[in-house]
């Protein structure tokens, strides 16, 4: 009961991209295989993790004196298709926002799906794995060491999840820059002056004294709907917070007189625009 306990804390406490990772390796059907990668993950077994290009290659020190070595990788997305993901990602600056201050957007998938990629791998099949181990079955419990340990390296820097794509950290945030840098630099063509210059000045006069007229009727289809009467400003502002000690003469405290008044002149107002609406009684 400890341990299930435990796990569940650790888990809670990893982020949503992380976790995510580690639920695929998680179903896995060998679960004491699992348990006993977990292990050699918290004990410190997996001696180093270096990436080389999109690649992961690991060593873990199993039963023998010599560490065992793995190496782990996704499929990497090309170029081309790394080049819309950032075009996506430079249109939502939330994204680019979030991931600089170390946190993964929680729709971040969106970005790859609406360009016929997924960041994450659908089944375990998908992660190419090796180990120098004589264990057959893979993955073995080195190589889940090697899973468990880059979760908690997602936890620390999301960008390590785009690197299993292909993609560094640095390579994505200069990409960023340069396109919205880009853009700034053709913004500059709509210019106010160059719209002011295609219309002709004092073209059309203004009258000020009939601005806000309109002496249209409006169309017969409109439905006028009138707010409920309890549901006024007035409602929602509350009693006026006028002295106490300050009464009229048929002995009502100040703030009622002052809110029946204000009550009065909303409905008389709310009453004459409805009229206006429906061009009832206009002149």
Same mark, same amino acid.
């Given at each position: 009961? +400890?341990?299930?306990?435990?796990?569940?804390?650790?888990?809670a406490s990893r982020e949503w991209w992380s976790q995510r990772w580690l639920d695929l390796l998680d179903s896995y059907r060998f679960k004491k295989r699992l348990e006993r990668a977990r292990n050699y993950s918290r004990q410190g077994n997996v001696? $180093?993790?270096?990436?080389?290009?999109?690649?992961?290659?690991a060593k873990v020190q199993g039963s023998e004196v010599e560490p065992y070595k793995v190496s782990l990788s996704l499929e990497p997305f090309s170029d081309e298709e790394w080049g819309y993901v950032i075009e996506t990602m430079s249109k939502r600056a939330i994204f680019a926002a979030k991931l600089l201050a170390g946190e993964m957007p929680q729709n971040i998938e969106e970005v790859f799906t $609406?360009?016929?990629?997924?960041?994450f791998p659908f089944t375990l099949s998908d992660v190419q794995s090796k180990c120098s181990c004589p264990d !057959? @079955?893979?993955p073995c419990k080195h190589v889940g060491a090697v899973y468990y340990q880059l979760g908690d390296r997602f936890s620390e820097d999301p960008f390590v999840l785009f690197q299993l794509r292909g993609r560094t950290k640095d390579k994505i945030i200069r990409d960023l820059?340069?396109?919205?840098?880009?853009?700034? %630099? *053709?913004s500059?063509?709509?210019?106010?002056? +160059?719209?002011?210059?295609?219309?002709?000045q004092n073209q059309y006069a203004i009258k000020t004294e009939s601005f806000w007229q309109y002496n249209e009727p409006l169309e017969s289809s409109l439905v006028v709907i009138v707010p409920s009467g309890? *549901?006024? %400003?007035?409602?929602?502002?509350? +009693?006026?917070?006028?002295? !106490?000690e300050e *009464?009229?003469? @048929?002995?009502?405290?100040? $703030?009622?007189? %002052?809110?029946?008044?204000?009550?009065? @002149?909303?409905k008389d107002v709310s009453q004459k625009a409805i009229l206006a609406a429906m061009n009832v009684g206009g002149s």
């Open positions: 009961m +400890t341990n299930q306990n435990s796990l569940g804390t650790l888990q001696l $180093s993790i270096d990436f080389k290009g999109a690649k992961v290659l $609406s360009n016929g990629l997924s960041l !057959k @079955v893979n820059r340069n396109l919205r840098s880009t853009k700034n %630099v *053709e500059p063509q709509y210019q106010t002056p +160059t719209l002011q210059q295609s219309i002709p309890n *549901e006024t %400003v007035l409602d929602i502002l509350g +009693t006026i917070p006028l002295a !106490k *009464e009229n003469i @048929v002995n009502l405290p100040s $703030s009622d007189v %002052v809110m029946k008044y204000l009550d009065t @002149v909303y």
